[in-house]
């Protein structure tokens, strides 16, 4: 092939495979790349040689590697779609936090069980302006790889409000409801049962758990709550004004 024709080639393949990732990325579009799961990470990967192969390959046709980056792609959009509805599809792609830290002791067979070494936990922990552990009440490493820390409450910044208050004792909040279905185990963890949840949604003028989107139980014992399909009266807008 002479050079010319293959620069051509190879011209018109990257702008196929521009086009492609463009669209694929805009329907598919998802957090930033900080906030990204393992699979979610291995998955734009695989799109990215796909594509790239679509440049490169210029012995075959474009369009069978076209058309696997289609197929990745829309299995990819399945998975999504499956993980959004199924919390325990959300388990098995995307993990559980794991709590590392609690009341300043270090959870050692949990940081083994996910391979998450002192190093990064220090580093994670330094990031957050955390230089000792035993300030930490709860640290729990999230699905995405990031570290959540609660400080313990005599460790936390002074506030205008705590000046007037002495410290008092912070836990870990309990998702009682999730996707419109009751997370047993955190229930009876409160010392709490199903029929005084049902009770405290009529309360909130809520007749079933199908109709919440997250029910969380603070360690004051009140209980926030998050309905399905709720409506804010006053958006607040956060895109830029397409007529400005």
């Known amino acids: 092939m002479p050079v010319t024709s293959l620069y051509l080639e190879v011209t018109a393949r990257a702008v196929i495979a521009f086009l492609a990732i463009l669209v694929i990325a805009r329907a598919l579009e998802k957090e930033r790349a900080g906030q990204l ?8 990967i695989t799109t990215g ?3 790239g192969g679509i440049v490169i390959q210029t012995g075959i046709s474009p369009w069978p590697l076209l058309l696997g980056l289609l197929v990745f792609s829309v299995l990819n959009y399945l998975v999504r779609i499956i993980t959004l509805k199924s919390r325990v599809a959300r388990k098995v792609l995307a993990g559980e936090p794991v709590l590392i830290i609690q009341n300043g002791k270090i959870m050692e067979q949990n940081m083994k069980d996910v391979q998450y070494n002192i190093d990064d936990l220090l580093m994670q922990l330094r990031s957050q302006r955390v230089f000792n552990i035993s300030d930490v009440e709860f640290a729990v490493l999230e699905p995405d790889g990031r570290l959540s820390v609660l400080l313990k409450a005599s460790k936390k910044p002074v506030t205008i409000e705590d000046l007037q208050l002495e410290s008092q004792y912070q836990g870990l909040s309990s998702e009682l409801i999730m996707d419109g279905e009751i997370v047993y185990q955190n229930l009876g963890q409160n010392n709490l ?4 949840l049902i009770n405290e949604l009529k309360k909130q003028g809520i007749q079933a758990p199908g109709e919440v989107n997250l029910a969380i139980l603070d360690t004051q014992g009140k209980l926030y709550v998050d ?10 807008g956060i895109q830029d004004d397409p007529g400005g």
């Open 49 to 51: 040689v796909i594509a």
């Open 37 to 44: 799961t393992y699979y979610e990470y291995l998955a734009g």
């Open 227 to 236: 309905k399905k399909d709720d409506e804010v009266v006053h958006d607040t």
């Open 193 to 196: 049962d199903e029929a005084w």
